[in-house]
């Protein structure tokens, strides 16, 4: 298996090696003529001249690649040449590419005119890896048949380069500094828009003039030796007057590089200027913001100072009304405790008078022949005057204190034990007038929705 694989790609390198055959039959090599002899070693030239470019070659007939060289296989990831033989060499373009591509072969084989022998396409290798590539394409005759042979350049390096110097030039387009690049004869090579527009010339005017252009002609000397100091120290930094095209001189700071090359050596100088004026300017507003800031600070010093002088006051006046304060609570205390010492004595006096006197003579009328209305009465005003000194009144519910007067009465009674008839007859209201005052006492009492009996209730409350 291994040598008839080996034997075909022999028969392919037989095969691609002889683009040109002659129509008459093979003679032994001895009586070939002198132009057959001329031919084979022309096509060798050729063959080694193919096989030894840098550049991948290949060779389209019908459709499929009939001859590639060892620059090729390697661009489109084979490891032979022969490898590529008979195959689509479509297979080798990017999708978006391939209709556009098709278009151009057509166009270039048609002959149509002003179709460049030249064209840029998206190609990819055998792995899928993307591949920007250059292809030159020319016509001519392979085996006695028309076809075409396609010199392929990658330029991936190139457009990633080319990426990289647009890039850097945008971003030095957009920059606020002027920016220039002089080469080692101090001759501008580069320049970015605000170095055009700081010294008032268009690019084109300014590419290829001295340095010594843009410098006031007292400023020579100095210009030198802030080349001298670049070329030494690698850089320099340093304020120089420039001249405008108008002949206006300006001021500028600028800052010099020296560029080194791949090999180490210098290759040029970049130089970053800003205008002076717009620095001085903005060092002015500096020092006045400074000037105003220190201002500021000293007499917000002085207000804190004075502040925190007040404010110690308050703080003296504050504890001393404190220590006032807690005297008058003092005092207080006291005067509360003796009335209401004075009260609890004048209450002892009121309950003995009470005791000795006023009950007394509720007992001698429960004695006498009292109708029941009265007897019920009696009974009530005896209950009240001894509530007014009993302690339970404290633990009054809150609800009592909204009832009417009528509602206490209409109280009373129920808890003494009165039906609802009875407590009409005594207090000369009707029954519903009763029964109405009976449910806005359990409302009041928070009952409404409770089964306890209302006497039952007042009788453990009061």
């Known amino acids: 298996m291994g040598g008839s694989k080996s034997q075909e790609r022999q028969g392919r390198r037989l095969l691609v090696t002889s683009p040109i055959k002659s129509n008459q039959k093979e003679e032994p090599e001895l009586v070939c003529s002198e132009s057959q002899r001329e031919l084979r070693e022309s096509e060798l030239k050729y063959r080694t001249l193919v096989e030894t470019l840098p550049h991948a070659v290949v060779m389209i007939q019908d459709n499929k690649i009939a001859f590639a060289n060892k620059s090729a296989a390697e ?67 392979f085996k006695g048949r028309m076809a075409y042979q396609l010199v392929v350049t990658d330029i991936t390096g190139r457009r990633q380069s080319e990426m990289a110097t647009r890039l850097l030039t945008d971003s030095l387009e957009q920059m606020d500094e002027g920016i220039a690049f002089f080469d080692l004869d101090d001759r501008l090579i580069f320049c970015n828009k605000a170095f055009t ?98 201002h500021r600070f000293f007499s917000l010093e002085d207000e804190l100072h004075e502040t925190l002088g007040k404010l110690n006051d308050s703080q003296t006046q504050l504890n001393e009304y404190a220590r006032r304060l807690e005297q008058t609570n003092e005092a207080l205390k006291l005067i509360i405790s003796e009335i209401e010492e004075r009260n609890r004595e004048r209450e002892r006096v009121v309950y003995q008078n009470l005791n000795a006197n006023v009950l007394t003579l509720v007992d001698q009328l429960r004695c006498e022949r009292l109708p029941d209305s009265a007897r019920i009465l009696l009974e009530s005003l005896e209950f009240h005057l001894k509530s007014l000194f009993s302690p339970q009144l404290a633990n009054l519910p809150l609800a009592t204190a909204c009832l009417t007067p009528q509602q206490s009465r209409v109280c009373d009674f129920i808890r003494a034990g009165l039906t609802s008839k009875q407590i009409a007859d005594v207090m000369g209201i009707s029954l519903a007038t009763v029964v109405v005052h009976r449910a806005n006492i359990r409302k009041k009492m928070g009952l409404v929705d409770s089964h306890d009996n209302l006497a039952t209730y007042l009788r453990g409350k009061f």
């Open 75 to 141: 661009s489109l990831g084979f490891a032979h040449e022969e490898d590529l033989i008979g195959l689509d060499p479509f297979e080798f373009v990017a999708e978006h590419e391939k209709e556009r591509l098709q278009d151009y072969l057509r166009r270039r084989l048609s002959g149509e005119p002003d179709v460049p022998e030249q064209y840029e396409a998206a190609l990819k290798n055998l792995g899928g890896h993307r591949i920007a590539a250059e292809i030159r394409v020319k016509t001519l005759s």
């Open 197 to 294: 527009s700081l010294h008032g010339y268009s690019a084109e005017e300014l590419i290829g003039q001295h340095h010594s252009t843009f410098v006031a002609t007292e400023e020579l000397l100095s210009l030198a030796a802030a080349n001298e100091e670049t070329r030494r120290a690698g850089q320099c930094n340093g304020e120089l007057l420039h001249v405008s095209k108008d002949g206006k001189c300006f001021s500028v700071l600028f800052t010099s590089t020296l560029v080194r090359g791949d090999s180490g050596f210098p290759v040029g100088m970049i130089l970053a200027v800003r205008d002076a004026s717009e620095a001085q300017l903005s060092e002015r507003v500096l020092m006045h913001a400074k000037e105003r800031f220190s």
